[in-house]
């Protein structure tokens, strides 16, 4: 008795895959918009409404609470803190808007969303590290010898974690069109 032929069972397999990926390219991600708009809302919240540093009322900085707006105040004040002023002025608003429209663009099925997908990835991520960077660079123009992570609250981490949800969102789109 001849062998049973194996070939229309990997045929099978492979128009279940081709079917699949087809339904994937088009189809919206409604999960890559959530990621996005989720990771997009921590961001505003914490330029908007949470604290990002808390100091202690009895050392010697009365400050309080910290926020996103006394941040930028302060780095206008600040000499050579150049990225600190960027991200405080426009960059982190520009990161979060550029990082809201590629990653819901990249969820759509055009021929454009890996693209937009990688765009929306990397806006994040430069969202991110500039978060952390204008920190640590507005940190070192007061003469600050703690950390950047020292006394920080939600607002920071909010925005830290936002753009990167932000990120993975935008990633997770489909693939381009055919």
Known sequence: ?????????????ARHSSAKTAARRGSV????????????????????????????????DTAGAVTFSALRASTRQLGGAGVALAYFDWLSWAALIGVIVAGT??????????????????LGTVGAVATYYALLQHFDATGSTHSVLYNSTWGM????????????????GPRSAP
């Open 29 to 60: 991600n409604g999960a890559a918009i959530s990621l996005v708009l989720i990771g997009a809302a921590l961001v505003l919240l914490s330029f908007e409404v949470l604290d990002w540093y808390a100091a202690p009322q009895s050392t010697a």
């Open 1 to 13: 008795m001849p062998a049973p032929d194996a070939r229309p069972a990997a045929h099978a397999a």
């Open 157 to 172: 981490w909010a925005a830290i974690i936002g753009y990167a949800t932000a990120a993975i969102g935008a990633v997770r």
């Open 105 to 122: 663009w990249a969820a759509l099925p055009t021929r454009a969303a890996d693209p937009l997908r990688v765009l929306g990835f990397a």
